[in-house]
């Protein structure tokens, strides 16, 4: 972040800055919710890797970073509020095929390989 951007609020571990990137100061990770919108694996995939907020090094999540925002009960997605989304489910970036990939599941806190079509999430680790 380099403190280019205000920060506009904040959720226990959570800050979100005026340009839409939520830290995790636990973590040390940066994370976008993606556009309101389902997409297909490789949009998103796409969609991380062009994200040009704050510098680059944008990518899709791990299952495992997922897992780190997850917190039953809390918000509307069992996650901070910070990351304005309306998505149960999220890619990851582990990948088996072209109709079936590993996403994340907010509403159980889990994995799960389905053709589905979830939204995006982008992270980087905070330079």
Known sequence: M????????????YIKHANGVVYDSKTGLEWIAGPGRNMSWNEAKDWAKGIEIDGSGWRMPTRKELETLYQEGKGKRNMTW???TEAWWVWSSEHDDSLSSSLFDFSRGSRDWRSRTPRAYAVRTRK
């Open 82 to 84: 910070l990351l304005e």
């Open 2 to 13: 380099h403190g280019e951007s205000q920060i506009i609020d904040q959720d226990d571990l």
